[in-house]
């Protein structure tokens, strides 16, 4: 725990912070809210800042704290989702790849750079068109164009792992290789998976977020915080700007704060490999 | 006459270095190892000394050429089951320990993992036995639990040599495997391998650059330049009476107590060795 604390410094341990907060909201926001997020009253638009209601009100009558308590449900699950599917599919493809190397590697390979090729959001745009605007197809969308970013870095380093006498010894002795890569070779690459998937969810974050925007992705009258910044926009014309800048904020501080940790934990990986 | 631990015949190894350009490491290599000797392989970087070892424990495929390992000939392209099969009669010590083991796993599990795949044991008596070999290579047994970072290089070097010795072998492939540790430690790590050759009626193959490591532990010496064998013989006469320039060269060229760079006669060795 103190090292961890040491690792991570005074910015860091803010960021983890921040982090705990965003989640715990996200956790106990029946218990913090103080209104339904969904449901509001015309004759409390567009209400400033008071202690009724903390943030104001959106042109909904609808209370913005409780919107952005709400709202961190889907902003947090839906980069989660992408983060999570990312890693064990990039992991997976790339320590396939790694483990037979030659012809599987570059038919991989090319898979990967095939995928490449498409941008994220057109993929996902894509996959909506099909599916139909929800926030579950979104993020699988993203999901999906985010696996050759995951499986080229761990690759790579998977390729110099791979070469090493703790990998080929053990290869020597006939022993599987499955049981050689989840035993000796992912434990030794997955501080990277660990660092990637943080800055990942940053990426997904905000892609998700634009996709909210745009009404791809969580639909009103659902509370989601990209949903939020769009549907201020309007507010923001009239003069009330609280709705999109606390939710374009909220996106901000939390992708900042997970960004500054995963690089943290990048560099506690780099220094675990000097060690 | 025994049959020979190790007969290389016609042994040719090429190496794609760019399109259509290929690169020869090994041409026409022969050798033999009697049983229960120590045969050295001396030799310059690029002189293909690695790639032989590489492909006698099977990490390589050969071009053409054959390995017999106590008499019996051993597949050219090593499959699972061969590999199994050839490990316990040859076992291998890498160069670097550093990298011999997996830093995130106690040092016994790579001994372990070995008696698992070639020996049926249960889980108490295969952790006996690795006590047993922990005890043979001069390790005292608390380090079984340690991680490699808790170890010195020597001492890492030794479990690589217990896991060598875990399959019960009777060769060993030693490539470079003192070329990283500093003299005194060097020493230490030749005396336990003269002692378990002995004891444990091993064979050596010792791939090496250092003639005083030669010296110390080689009852038979094999010069390669560039992919050949130029001089074969026993350690005193190669060492003593060379008959190859290359031979001479690389005595020339061994720093040693009092030596001094005698630039013109390397070049007229080079000269000599190029006619």
């Given at each position: ?13 803010i960021a983890c912070g921040i982090i705990l907060v965003v989640v715990l909201g996200a956790l106990l926001a029946p218990i913090i809210a103080p209104y339904d997020p969904t449901i509001g009253s015309v004759t409390q638009r567009y209400q400033g800042m008071s202690a009724e209601h903390w943030f104001g009100t959106d042109q909904a009558g609808r209370d913005i704290f409780s919107r952005l308590v709400w709202g961190a449900r889907s902003s947090l699950t839906g980069p989660l ?54 926030l ?69 974050m905000i892609?998700l977020a634009a996709?909210s925007f745009l009404g791809?992705g969580v639909q009103p009258p659902e509370a989601d915080w990209g949903l939020m910044v769009s549907n201020g926009q309007q507010s923001l014309l009239n003069g009330y700007p609280a709705e999109s800048v606390l939710a374009g904020l909220s996106i901000v501080i939390t992708v900042a704060a997970v ?17 | ?275």
């Amino acid at each position: 725990m103190k090292q961890f604390a040491e690792r991570m410094g005074t910015l860091g341990l803010i960021a983890c912070g921040i982090i705990l907060v965003v989640v715990l909201g996200a956790l106990l926001a029946p218990i913090i809210a103080p209104y339904d997020p969904t449901i509001g009253s015309v004759t409390q638009r567009y209400q400033g800042m008071s202690a009724e209601h903390w943030f104001g009100t959106d042109q909904a009558g609808r209370d913005i704290f409780s919107r952005l308590v709400w709202g961190a449900r889907s902003s947090l699950t839906g980069p989660l989702i992408v983060v999570v599917i990312t890693a064990i599919f990039g992991t997976g493809i790339a320590l396939t790849a790694v483990w037979f190397g030659g012809f599987v590697d570059s038919a991989l390979s090319r898979l990967l750079d095939l995928l490449f090729a498409f941008p994220n959001l057109l993929l996902a745009m894509l996959a909506i068109a099909v599916f139909g605007p929800s926030l579950t197809t979104a993020a699988l969308a993203l999901a999906v164009a985010y696996i050759p970013y995951s499986a080229r870095v761990v690759r790579s380093m998977a390729m110099r792992e791979r070469n090493l006498p703790y990998i080929r010894s053990p290869e020597l002795q006939g022993i599987s290789g499955a049981v050689i890569t989840v035993r000796h070779l992912l434990p030794n690459v997955a501080p990277l998976i660990v660092t990637g998937a943080t800055i990942n969810f940053g990426f997904a974050m905000i892609e998700l977020a634009a996709l909210s925007f745009l009404g791809l992705g969580v639909q009103p009258p659902e509370a989601d915080w990209g949903l939020m910044v769009s549907n201020g926009q309007q507010s923001l014309l009239n003069g009330y700007p609280a709705e999109s800048v606390l939710a374009g904020l909220s996106i901000v501080i939390t992708v900042a704060a997970v960004g500054y940790v995963g690089e943290r934990l990048g560099g506690r990986a780099a220094a675990g490999r000097k060690a | 006459m025994t049959t020979p631990a190790i007969i290389v015949t016609n042994l040719t190894k090429t190496f794609p270095t760019g399109p259509k350009k290929r690169m020869t490491a090994l041409d026409a290599v022969s050798l033999t190892i009697d049983k229960g000797s120590c045969l050295a392989v001396v030799g310059e970087s690029g002189s293909g000394k690695t790639t032989l070892a590489r492909i006698i424990v099977g990490l390589e495929t050969p071009d053409s050429g054959e390995v017999a390992v106590n008499g019996e000939p051993v597949a050219p392209r090593a499959n699972r089951k061969e590999l199994r099969r050839r490990a316990r009669d040859i076992q291998m010590v890498f160069q670097d320990p550093q990298s011999s083991l997996n830093r995130r796993l106690p040092v016994r599990v790579a001994v372990d993992e070995v008696l698992r795949a070639h020996a049926d044991l249960s889980g108490p008596a295969r952790r006996e036995r690795c006590a047993e070999l922990f005890t043979l290579v001069g390790l005292e047994t608390r380090f079984m639990d340690a991680l490699p970072s808790e170890l010195s290089g020597g001492q890492k070097q030794r479990v690589a040599i217990a896991r060598a010795l875990a399959a019960n072998p009777s060769v060993i492939v030693l490539d470079e495997s003192v070329a990283a540790l500093d003299v005194t430690v060097q020493a230490q790590i030749l005396e336990l391998l003269a002692e378990l050759r002995v004891s444990q009626g091993l064979t050596y193959l010792f791939i090496t650059h250092d003639l005083s490591v030669v010296q110390m532990i080689a009852d038979q010496v094999v010069v390669m330049r560039k992919g050949s064998i130029v001089e074969r013989g026993t350690t005193t006469e190669v060492l003593t009476a060379p008959q190859h320039p290359y031979t001479r060269l690389l005595l020339a060229c061994a720093p040693r107590p009092g030596w001094k760079p005698q630039r013109g006669m390397i070049a007229k060795l080079r000269e000599e060795i190029a006619s």
